[in-house]
T-cell receptor
Framework: GAVVSQHPSWVICKSGTSVKIECRSL??????MFWYRQFPKQSLMLMAT?????????EQGVEKDKFLINHASLTLSTLTVTSAHPEDSSFYIC????????????FGPGTRLTVT | AQTVTQSQPEMSVQEAETVTLSCTYD???????LFWYKQPPSRQMILVIR??????QNATENRFSVNFQKAAKSFSLKISDSQLGDAAMYFC?????????FGTGTRLTIIP
C-alpha cells in the first residue's frame, strides 16, 4: 500500500513555456503533500508543503509565482513550473503523508524536467 | 532549525560484509522521528527503517538495524550481509513535525 505516482516521469520543454507535474496518492488519502527538488548528486530540498483546499506553504527562497502548487483533492497535487528557464532543469519529487502519526512520507518516482 | 549531518559522502563494502553509515542531527525537541531512506539509481526514495525518539529500543528491519543514541544525537545505520542490491544513496532524515529534513547522503558501493 501507500503508493504515490507522478506524471510525467520525464518532460522536455522550451524556455519560456510552462509545465505541469501531477502527484497522486493511489491507495490512500494524503492530508499533506510535499514537493522537493533534487540536483544531481545532491540531497532533496523541500520546496513547499501543500494541504488539500488551502494555499501551499513555500520554503524560504522558493519563488511561489514560478512554482505554482495546487492541492485540489486529498489524492492530487500539481506543481506548475511557469515560464521555465534552463536553470529550472532538475529532478522534482513529490511525497505524501497518510493519516499515520509517525510523519512517514511516501515518495513518488520523480519527474525529470529538462528546459531547452 | 534542525540539521542533519552525514559525514561520509561515500562508503564501500565487500559483498556479504557489514557496513555502518553515520548520521548526527541537531534538535531541541524531545519527541521526533528519524528515518533512513535509500535512493537507488532509479531515484525512487525507499524507506529503509524508522526510529521513534521516545523508544529506547533500536529499530531493526531484517538486515538493517540502527544504533540510536539520543543523548549524543546520533543515528547510525548498520547493514549486515551486504548485497549488490544495497548499492544506493542513503539519506538520513529527521522529522519533528510533518516536514522531513534530509542529510546530504552517503553513496554506498557494494564490491562483489
Amino acid at each position: 500500500g501507500a503508493v504515490v505516482s507522478q506524471h510525467p516521469s520525464w518532460v522536455i520543454c522550451k524556455s519560456g513555456t510552462s509545465v505541469k507535474i501531477e502527484c497522486r496518492s493511489l491507495d490512500f488519502q494524503a492530508t499533506t503533500m510535499f514537493w522537493y527538488r533534487q540536483f544531481p548528486k545532491q540531497s532533496l530540498m523541500l520546496m513547499a508543503t501543500s494541504n488539500e483546499g488551502s494555499k501551499a506553504t513555500y520554503e524560504q527562497g522558493v519563488e511561489k509565482d514560478k512554482f505554482l502548487i495546487n492541492h485540489a483533492s486529498l489524492t492530487l497535487s500539481t506543481l506548475t513550473v511557469t515560464s521555465a528557464h534552463p536553470e529550472d532543469s532538475s529532478f522534482y519529487i513529490c511525497s505524501a503523508n497518510g493519516l499515520a502519526v509517525d510523519y512517514e512520507q511516501y515518495f513518488g518516482p520523480g519527474t525529470r524536467l529538462t528546459v531547452t | 532549525a534542525q540539521t542533519v549531518t552525514q559525514s561520509q559522502p561515500e562508503m564501500s563494502v565487500q559483498e556479504a560484509e557489514t557496513v555502518t553509515l553515520s548520521c548526527t542531527y541537531d534538535t531541541s525537541e524531545s519527541d521526533y522521528y528519524l528515518f533512513w531512506y535509500k535512493q537507488p539509481p532509479s531515484r525512487q526514495m525507499i524507506l529503509v527503517i524508522r526510529q521513534e525518539a521516545y523508544k529506547q529500543q533500536n529499530a531493526t528491519e531484517n538486515r538493517f538495524s540502527v544504533n540510536f543514541q539520543k543523548a549524543a544525537k546520533s543515528f547510525s545505520l548498520k547493514i549486515s550481509d551486504s548485497q549488490l542490491g544495497d548499492a544506493a544513496m542513503y539519506f538520513c532524515a529527521y522529522s519533528g513535525d510533518e516536514k522531513l529534513t534530509f542529510g546530504t547522503g552517503t553513496r554506498l558501493t557494494i564490491i562483489p
